[in-house]
């Protein structure tokens, strides 16, 4: 390692991939301190040849770089250096972390502090697909688009955790979260874009912030309708926006998944949460249940997981205010 680092002013190229190649070598066996030493110097030679072309190597040699090899030999270093440092300081991991996905992308740091200033789901995607459209990189090959949603994961999951000491980073995870969602969907990889939307419902939730975990439903009936789970995702949205009381929230849901792909079930949960809000109806009653009953026996083979969902917000969310409350062991709902 000596010898590279000594190398390392006259030929960055050679001098980078052998310390690359050891710090990948030594992190197996946990020696934390030279594989800093090693991904500070190969990180440090990247560096110079990002900055300068001819530094790279002579095109065509063994030890040459590509512009697009650097970059994702990069984005490894910079990744590997906050895993490392996350052990031990999380401020300092955060910010690799974060000068990893801006080096990537090619973006800043303050285009991600603008995209984080709403926190509303729905706002957060808007800003977030500002900040995707102005990226300057055209990821032209699927395994660089591929890389790219991966670190970005890899970022937020990260940002999450450290959330539980740094509390601040909850909201930069969000923001990386919603980068990643508006990404996917411009290059076209819609089940990277679900699986993060998927992410940001659950992480709301595991923040205590289910709110705007219902609200993640709304980007799901915009654009993953096609997605498996995803009409268990909205009915769940509902039945938790039923179980918070909050009517508001669920008949919003409700008036924009029935615009576009009205179902029975869904039809059945806007005529309660309307009746519901209407203190004069009679319909918190047997009628409810009896009309739950016969639509969910007509359905009983179709998303069946969906209409479990809404009969749990029918029998459980909605007891207080109905004046007959359905038993879990009432036999006029047909299971089988």
Known sequence: MKKAQVLASKDPAVAATVLWNIAKDIAQFGEDRITRTALDGALSCMQAMDANADLRGAKGSPGAWSARSLLKTMLECQLAQARLESRSDKQLAASLYTDALCC????TSHSLDIAERDRSPAKAHELAGQLVNGIPRKFARSEDVDQAIRAMEEVAVAFFAFSKSIPALL???VTVYSVAHAFALQKDRPAAAYSAVCRLSALFDS???SHFGSECAS?????????PGSRAMVATAVANSLRDLDLVRAACLLQRYNYRFEEPWSRFLAELVSKTADADTMWLSTDAWGAWSLLSS?????DRHVYELVENAVRRELRPLMWYSP??????????
């Open 327 to 336: 038993t879990e062991t009432d036999s006029r709902l047909n299971h089988n």
């Open 104 to 107: 990537y992308l090619g973006i």
């Open 207 to 209: 923040a205590g912030l």
């Open 171 to 173: 909201w930069r995870s």
């Open 219 to 227: 980007l799901v009936i915009d654009h993953h309708m096609q997605q």
């Open 298 to 302: 007509a359905n009983a083979t179709s």
